[in-house]
């Protein structure tokens, strides 16, 4: 089966040749496999942005013609329980241990994670494993005796945002569109934020570790755009489990993404891409708040930052309609950043339902523009 390393693969932002920044580095590189994977979805990403996964699976399954089988039997990896502390380690390690097997049982070796929560479980109890045998033996035994089933660890575990770099220069040659102006031709500026559990938390089990992430910046890149540095960059989107899930605590999650939103915005970003359930919700969704709380927008001309998820972005440069991507379903409106790219969309369809029917319009925010920002379409 043939692999790519990051280095291999390029990677934005690339540190100084010195001995020791060349041995962190390679601890930093990552193989992963091109094809065949055992894919799991992610409990609040259905919800949060309902097309993003279905989306994942088309472009490998119907656009790059890969291999990646979905058990319909596979369950949440309750991450978020065992985050906030009301579900037991030992229990969230059975519940990965059967995702495991269900994979074993189907014929494959390579796990496609779509939840960063989930990434960065799997990555823990993994590595647990390794160091603590007897723990991992304790959760076989939970598993054949609740389920029958042996656990088979996965030769490799790698996060859906790791796939689509892996195989970002087969979409850019399949492109109908580029991260590009299509009035002045230059690049669209792109923020990108990568999830904390997917670099933070374990450096080494990500593409570029904590300080060099370039997963998402390596899609940007490699589809047109040009990735903007600023001084918050790799600070946190604001969720944060207890940050939000605490009523109380809300006003941390919204100062920590207004912080990103401050630092980014003297360089004018086009959109911002996120590779983590929470990150594009909360950026996406606290503008909206932020507006209505203070009266400020970020963005041109009070319409906001578009915030895209990575399967939203490949999709759009593959051309599918931006309706079908679910990108109606965000709070800042997505049509300025289409007609900079010259995506072609029919606005009548934008809340359509099965069968053309009218779904309504959700009522317009006070401050965050969400009309008359897009020049009338004609197909």
């Not at 580095?25 to 990403?45: G, L, M, N, T």
């Not at 089988?69 to 059975?94: A, K, R």
């Not at 994670?113 to 390794?130: L, M």
């Amino acid at each position: 089966m043939e692999n790519t390393t990051a280095k291999e693969n390029g990677c934005a932002g690339h540190p100084d040749q010195k001995t020791g920044k060349k041995r962190i580095w390679k601890e930093y590189q990552k193989e992963i496999p091109a094809d065949k994977y055992f894919y799991v979805r992610s409990c609040i990403r259905q919800n949060f942005f309902p097309a993003s996964e279905a989306m994942f699976l088309k472009i490998l399954r119907e656009d790059l013609g890969k291999d990646i089988f979905e058990n319909p039997h596979h369950t949440t990896c309750s991450g978020i329980g065992y985050h906030s502390d009301v579900i037991p380690m030992e229990t969230t390690m059975t519940i990965v241990a059967r995702q495991f097997a269900l994979m074993a049982e189907a014929g494959y070796e390579n796990l496609a994670v779509s939840c960063i929560t989930s990434f960065g479980i799997y990555s823990e109890f993994i590595e647990t494993w390794k160091h603590f045998p007897q723990v991992r033996e304790k959760i076989a035994d939970n598993l054949r005796r609740a389920t029958g089933r042996e656990l088979v660890l996965p030769k490799c575990v790698a996060h859906a945002s790791d796939i689509i770099y892996r195989l970002k220069d087969e979409i850019a040659e399949r492109a109908k569109y580029r991260l590009v102006n299509k009035l002045t031709g230059e690049p669209l500026k792109i923020v990108e934020h990568i999830g904390c559990h997917y670099a933070k938390m374990f450096p080494s089990k990500g593409v570029g570790g904590a300080e060099y992430p370039c997963v998402l910046s390596g899609m940007a890149e490699a589809w047109g755009g040009q990735v903007i540095d600023y001084p918050e960059r790799r600070h946190c989107c604001g969720f944060g489990f207890r940050q939000y899930l605490v009523k109380a605590n809300r006003g941390y999650s919204i100062s920590n993404t207004k912080k990103k939103f401050d630092s980014m915005e003297p360089y004018h970003p086009d959109a911002i891409i996120t590779n983590c359930p929470g990150c594009p919700y909360f950026l996406d969704r606290w503008q909206y708040a932020i507006a209505e709380m203070e009266g400020k927008t970020y963005g041109e001309n009070g319409y906001g930052i578009p915030v895209l998820t990575y399967e939203e972005l490949a999709g759009l440069v593959l051309g599918y309609d931006p309706w079908d991507l679910g990108l109606q379903t965000h709070q800042v409106t997505m049509e300025p950043l289409l007609d900079k790219i010259g995506v072609e969309y029919d606005p009548a369809k934008k809340f359509a339902g099965v069968g053309g029917k009218d779904l309504g319009r959700p009522d317009s925010p006070a401050n965050l523009k969400v009309e008359g920002c897009c020049p009338s379409h004609v197909f």
